[in-house]
């Protein structure tokens, strides 16, 4: 079954066309997660906003006035080496750092050299931990432990990420992550601009009758 990841902009105007194709929108069920739109030919489509619970009864209207709120949302990305943290006020990027550590690659061989270089490598994984950490703390703590975050989402490699949030300082900001953890490649400024495009997507699942 197909799934559509639509932004806010998108949304309305592609239910207006689901709508449409089936004779219009006859009914809807609501959960906390997720809304289901029913057709008057028995199609439906499922629509898994972000940002759960849903705290309004199920309707059109409810659901495109929660996936419009402006939220104000806390970013970590990190791999292996890399990291982006930010907090963003809807769309726009008001703070972020981003950084990179050296980590060699795994290597194959045998022997002592081979110990050597596990070792080094380890500790060099543990600095960039650490790194991703200190500048979690820096920017999201704060602002989590005051009230001021409506989530955080997460990305990368989802060890990685968790590593950082075990931090007890982040304590408060784990506490507001999301379920959904975002793939993306190497955390740069430019992949940390693009999140919203993910983060802020309503994920629909239509299924259409035979």
Not at 25 to 36: F, L, S
Not at 101 to 107: A, Q, S
Not at 151 to 179: I, K, N, T, W
Request: proline share 7%.
């Amino acid at each position: 079954m197909p799934a559509y990841d639509l932004p806010p902009e998108r949304l309305e105007r592609w239910l207006a066309r689901w709508g449409e194709r089936h004779g219009g929108i006859a009914g809807a069920q609501g959960t906390p997660e997720a809304v289901t739109f029913t057709g008057a030919d028995g199609a439906t489509v499922r629509c898994e906003p972000p940002f759960p619970p849903l705290a309004e009864a199920a309707s059109l209207a409810a659901l495109l006035t929660h996936v419009g709120r402006r939220r104000r949302v806390g970013v970590v990305l990190v791999r292996l080496g890399g990291f982006a943290v930010g907090i963003f006020d809807g769309r726009e990027l008001a703070v972020s750092k981003v950084g990179s550590r050296l980590v060699h690659g795994r290597h194959r061989a045998g022997g002592s050299s081979a110990n050597r270089f596990r070792r080094r490598r380890e500790n060099q994984a543990r600095d960039a931990l650490d790194a991703a950490t200190a500048t979690a703390v820096a920017i999201l703590a704060g602002p989590a432990a005051n009230g001021e975050l409506d989530a955080v989402v997460r990305g990368g490699d989802r060890r990685a990420v968790g590593e950082v949030l075990a931090d007890p300082r982040l304590a408060r900001a784990a506490a507001l992550a999301v379920e959904r953890v975002l793939d993306v490649p190497d955390p740069r400024l430019k992949v940390l601009r693009a999140t919203p495009d993910l983060f802020l997507a309503t994920r629909v699942v239509p299924d259409e009758p035979a």
